[in-house]
C-alpha cells in the first residue's frame, strides 16, 4: 500500500488544519487506518485510528479537537485538527497494515 499525506504546515493558536492521505490499494474499505505523531525527540505516537467499520479512537491528548474520518470512495482518511497547540507540532504520518507515508509537517507558529 501506497499511502501519501498532504496538508500540512504552519498554525497559529488555535488553528485549524486538515490532512489527507490517499492510499493505492483497491481494498481500502477493508483496513484500517491511523495516524500517527511524532515530534522531535519523541517517540512515534499513535494519535487516531478508523477501523473498517467507521468506528474511531483517540489520543487522549486531541479528543475533542481532532477528528479522523474516510472517504472509501476515493481511498482517503482525513485528519480534521481544530484548537491547534503548540504540543501538536510533530510530523504527522499515515499508517495502514504496515505500511507508512512520507509524512506531513504541522508547525505551531507565535
Known amino acids: 500500500v501506497q499511502l501519501v499525506e498532504s496538508g500540512g504546515g504552519l498554525v497559529q493558536a488555535g488553528g485549524s488544519l486538515k490532512l489527507s492521505c490517499a492510499a493505492s490499494?483497491?481494498?481500502?474499505?477493508?483496513?484500517?487506518m491511523s495516524w500517527y505523531r511524532q515530534a522531535p525527540g519523541k517517540q512515534r505516537e499513535l494519535v487516531a485510528f478508523i477501523d473498517r467499520g467507521g468506528s474511531t479512537n483517540y489520543a487522549d491528548s486531541v479528543k475533542g479537537r481532532f477528528t479522523i474520518s474516510r472517504d472509501n470512495a476515493k481511498s482517503t482518511v482525513y485528519l480534521q485538527m481544530n484548537s491547534l497547540k503548540p504540543e501538536d507540532t510533530a510530523v504527522y504520518l499515515c499508517n495502514a497494515l504496515t505500511c507508512w507515508g512520507q509524512g506531513t509537517q504541522v508547525t505551531f507558529s507565535s
Open positions: 490499494t483497491n481494498i481500502f474499505r477493508l483496513i484500517q
